[in-house]
């Protein structure tokens, strides 16, 4: 069961980073609003269901879709003037930041809404466990693998490696940069927003739940690496056992303390990451 | 003439408010090896950049293939015909030598990518040994060949390179020039070669150009570049100019 509840953490913890591992890991922007991208996932699943939508549909097909359009509007009308100036860029993220915030506590009140969690849950011997949390983590999993997969095996995933290493060299040999950085952060934004989407029913939704996710997310893909796929999944799969693993024996807020200072260790010890340690040049 | 491939007229350009090009005028012939001498600071990679749509022409045209492209982006030029192998090779490094070349077949199909890396690797067959490894932890002369291969792989009809002779050891460079020779010949491509390696430009050119404060200020028989002693007299200071 304690082994159940570690995977659900991780799987949690992976998914809540994904689409910053993209738009951090890949494109060297600091989004401050991968919470609210989260967020504005959540409220769509949510209001999707309330209208009727079969609640399947809403995580997996709204949600994504929703963030990823509003992913594509910040990029097309604020990120595209801004790429490689960092600290502009988090600047500019941080204002889309508070205007969403401002935006759906405008629409929607300060106040947390939510829907069921699907498919209910099982037991082991006193235990027990929603099947739905184990769920989600077969689709961070699924998600993780299919990243590698796209960006390994892909003409889309090495066109896309090739730009960000390169976009000028790039430019050259008849790839659009401005393309490929506009489809990989509405990719980014897409997972960002399948991450509230799934969460929704686990935490509910209001329109400041991102400051509770963008540290962790940032930490986790920080010591994860160069690498975003392998980077990110090894390090939510030890931060996360940490984390889990210390809530279990103290409370949720020492594991999260656990959270922090493990990864404070291992960037210590492997200042460029996990990755830039070992597994050096995968995805 | 009906068979010029790049027609430039007028050419300005600078970076910010400093202007480096003057109104540069040449043209290129199909299947011509032109190269453009000129010491450091002349404008030689600035016009290449600008051909390629780096930098912005603050006047004048770029005809290609007899299309105005001076209005468009690099990888449109690229799309057209343009082929770039810019200074310093510009390698993705964490790529390895195979994706590099597959990068530059990025636009083609799947059987015309194929067949235009076979097409590479048998051009050059120094780049077969080292396709697995990371583009950059390859030799300086390596990553050159690895650039030439990759830019060929996207099919040009013209290659702008610049300065490919530049921190490579003596026997690459012997080797590049023997390489350019033949592709220029097996593919018709045209070649714009902006050097001062004097030995390399008059060996492979058709005809050079001289640079001199971003304008072009004579053509040079390559015949008689080749004779060192009247080097003096086409160039501003024949100390920069490195003879190999």
């Keep these: ?57 809403a995580m997996l097909v709204v949600a994504p879709l929703t963030v990823a359009a509003v992913g594509l509007i910040v990029e097309r009308l604020i990120m595209r003037r801004l790429y490689g100036r960092m600290v502009d860029t988090m600047l500019a993220t941080w204002g889309v930041s508070l ?10 009140g300060n106040r947390v809404v939510g829907i069921a969690a699907p498919l209910g849950s099982f037991r082991i011997g006193g ?10 983590t077969l689709i961070s999993i699924a998600i993780f693998v299919g990243g590698y997969l796209l960006l390994r095996w892909t003409p889309l995933g090495l066109v896309a490696r090739a730009t960000m290493q390169n976009r000028e060299m790039a430019a050259s040999l008849g790839i659009e940069p401005s393309r490929v950085y506009a489809v990989t952060f509405g990719i980014g934004a897409a997972l960002s927003g399948l991450a509230g989407g799934l969460l929704a029913p686990l935490s ?37 056992s940490i984390s889990t693993l210390t809530t279990f024996l103290t409370t ?13 260790i291992f960037l210590r010890l492997m200042p460029t990451g996990i990755t830039g340690r070992i597994f050096r040049g995968a995805p | 003439m009906s068979n010029e491939i790049l027609t430039v007229t007028g050419l300005r350009a600078g970076y910010d408010r400093i202007p480096i090009l003057f109104g540069i005028d040449f043209n290129v012939a199909s299947g011509e090896f032109v190269g453009i001498l000129g ?27 007899g299309d105005d492209i001076t209005s468009l982006s690099p990888a449109q030029r690229a799309r057209r015909g343009l082929g770039y192998v810019p200074q310093g090779r510009q390698i993705f490094p ?10 530059g077949a990025a636009r083609l199909d799947r059987a015309s990518a194929s067949h235009a890396i076979e097409r590479v690797l048998e051009e050059l067959p120094r780049l077969k ?31 702008l390179l610049d300065e490919p002779t530049e921190g490579i050891q003596p026997s690459i460079i012997e080797e590049m020039k023997e390489i350019l020779r033949a592709l220029s010949r097996s593919r018709r491509m045209s070649v714009l070669l902006v050097e001062q390696n004097l030995d390399f430009i008059s060996d492979l050119a058709d005809r050079v150009l001289v640079i001199q404060r971003g304008l072009l200020s004579e053509e040079v028989d390559p015949e008689v570049l080749r004779r060192g002693e009247v080097v003096a007299g086409y160039l501003p200071s024949s100390d920069d100019v490195i003879k190999s």
């Design chain 1, 127 to 136: 235990y027990s466990i929603g099947a739905y949390e184990l769920v989600i």
């Design chain 1, 204 to 240: 509910g939704v209001v329109p400041t739940m991102g400051v509770a996710y963008v540290a962790k997310a940032f930490i986790t893909v920080i010591t994860g690496g160069a690498s975003i796929i392998v980077g990110t999944a090894t390090s939510s799969l030890l931060l996360g």
């Design chain 2, 94 to 103: 964490a790529l390895n030598a195979l994706d590099n070349l597959r990068v």
């Design chain 2, 39 to 65: 010491h450091n600071g002349m404008g030689k990679s600035t016009l290449l950049k600008t051909l390629m749509g780096h930098l912005p022409a603050t006047g004048g045209k770029i005809i290609f293939d």
């Design chain 1, 252 to 264: 949720p807020v020492v594991g999260d303390v656990a959270l922090l200072v493990s990864a404070t």
């Design chain 2, 129 to 159: 040994p080292i396709l697995t490894r990371a583009g950059g932890v390859l030799s300086g002369g390596e990553q050159q060949i690895l650039a030439l291969g990759r830019c060929l792989c996207s099919q040009p009809r013209l290659v």
């Design chain 1, 99 to 108: 205007l969403l915030i401002g935006l759906t506590t405008t629409l929607f």
């Design chain 1, 1 to 57: 069961m304690v082994l159940l509840q570690i995977a659900s953490a991780i799987g949690n913890l992976a998914l809540v980073c994904a689409g910053l591992a993209v738009i951090f890991g890949m494109m060297r922007v600091i989004n401050l609003a991968h919470g609210e991208f989260i967020m504005l996932g959540g409220f769509a699943a949510v209001l999707s269901v309330h209208a009727g939508v079969n609640i399947w549909l």
